[in-house]
């Protein structure tokens, strides 16, 4: 059993933590938030992560999981502390690692035996050295010498399986620069790697820039099929279709091929912007990255003007929107979609009724002061009287929907599929009119949807 300290309570913080004392270890998470610690004490989660507030509250009363504000309470006798923090991106697009800095050098006050750094925020390339380099001045101005090491351990988490993805990883990256390090963290991972080998060991810089990498690829894809998408409309052909092709080759493989209304979240937009930031600072340009961010932004703008040109005049209109959240199976509203639409929408004098299955509190507190915003109990009442539904995110539900009951509430049968979860044939036998991704509205004699 180890003694560790996570420092930050978001997504990856919270969810190393939990698993690292499921584990059997003695954590605390550390939060400079006392009102959210006060939270996470009693139970209360700050976002939704399935079967993570189980973990939490039992690791709690298990004693292994502790949750405190204080660095004098979380530090001391710790041997593996992880630095779990915000990087938010700046004007630029840089990514800000002040709260991590920050968190270093107050991490330096109060360590007082020999400890393993950490860093599993996604940061880039020279982090590392520039933690390092903070708490040694912090030691310094204390006037002690600690040894400590500094490991780079970038997640892989997605939410909405982060849980699953923290104990079954399929692989662990760790970037280290010496001995001890490595044996600490390989240590520490090697029973959430029994039934393979998915420790990757190398240098710290390839470790900061590998999650970069795989982010950034991942964003590509996805736009590159949203523009094959347009293609398609243009020409009649069918984007599920090519998609199937291209999935089958196993040079390609099916992952992250699905065109929809653009990627959002905490880590893709973030993470690419960051990566082309960092190219510009060692004078290169990342120009296939630079498409990637414009194509995933006018495709939002594509899928509401595909609105607006059906309806002409949105005043008088009423609209349900299906999905808040960027992606099923979370509350995160961070560079959501569904916030782009909502935001055009109201502007055109659309009135909106919304429904998410989890994410309504969040959206309440972002879009409670519009009169024309109108929240709803489920998806059946938001498409009651309403000219049209937005499906913004494929929520599991949605696609089992009884759309023969829906018909016969709304004003006017059309769906605008931005995920592209049902079959055009499908809809249309049920008398709506259907608008999606990647296939013309009008289907050319005899073509398969």
């Known amino acids: 059993m180890k003694k560790i300290t996570l420092i930050g309570t978001g997504y990856v913080g919270l969810v190393t933590g939990a698993c690292l004392a499921e584990m059997g270890h003695r954590v605390t998470c550390l939060d400079i938030d006392t009102e959210k610690v006060d939270s996470l004490k009693a139970g209360k989660l ?12 039992r690791n709690t009363e298990a004693q292994r999981l502790f949750f405190t504000d204080k660095y004098s309470e979380a530090i001391p006798g710790c041997e593996v502390c992880f630095l779990a923090l915000p990087t938010p ?8 690692i002040s709260y991590i800095l920050m968190a270093a050098a107050q991490l330096a006050e109060s360590m007082d035996n020999e400890i393993v750094v950490v860093n599993k925020s996604t940061v880039p390339v020279g982090t590392g050295e520039k933690v390092r380099t903070a708490i040694k001045q912090g030691l310094t101005t204390r006037g002690v010498e600690i040894p400590f090491e500094i490991v ?20 662990i990256l760790l970037g280290v620069d010496s001995q001890k390090g490595e044996a600490v963290m390989k240590d520490l991972y090697t029973p959430f790697a029994i039934d393979n080998d998915p420790i990757l060991i190398m240098d710290i810089a390839s470790s900061e820039l590998a999650k970069y990498a795989s982010n950034a690829m991942l964003a590509t894809r996805i736009s590159f099929m949203n523009s094959l998408a347009r293609l398609c409309e243009e020409v009649g052909a069918n984007i599920k279709n090519v998609r199937t092709a291209m999935g089958t080759d196993p040079r390609i ?3 992250y091929l699905s065109p929809g209304i653009g990627f959002g979240g905490s880590c893709l937009p973030k993470d690419v912007k960051a990566l082309v930031a960092t190219a510009e600072e060692v004078g290169l340009s990342l120009p296939i990255l630079d498409s990637a961010i414009q194509i995933n932004q006018t495709q939002q703008i594509l899928f509401f003007e595909k609105i607006l040109d059906h309806f002409g005049d949105l005043s008088g209109k009423t609209l349900a929107i299906w999905g808040l959240a960027f992606k099923p199976d979370t509350d995160d509203l961070r560079e959501a979609p569904s916030l782009y639409l909502i935001e055009r929408l109201l502007k055109k004098g659309a009135t909106l009724k919304l429904y998410d299955p989890v994410a309504m509190p969040k959206a309440k507190v972002l879009l409670n ?3 024309q915003v109108h929240f709803c109990q489920d998806e059946y009442e938001a498409a009651a009287g309403a000219n049209a539904i937005i499906l913004a995110t494929e929520w599991h539900q949605f696609q089992f929907a009884d759309f023969a009951q829906i018909g016969v509430s709304m004003k006017e049968k059309i769906l605008f599929d931005g995920r592209n979860q049902h079959q055009k044939s499908e809809m249309e036998k049920l008398g709506f009119d259907y608008f999606c991704i990647g296939i013309q509205s009008k289907a050319a004699p005899y073509a398969h949807s």
């Open 46 to 57: 700050p976002f939704f992560e399935p079967g993570l507030e189980e973990l939490v509250i």
């Open 253 to 255: 493989g099916p992952s």
């Open 89 to 96: 991106s700046g004007e630029d697009g840089s990514c800000d």
């Open 152 to 171: 780079s351990n970038p997640e892989f988490l997605r939410e909405g399986s982060a849980v699953t993805d923290c104990m079954k990883p399929d692989r």
């Open 369 to 371: 002061q519009y009169e």
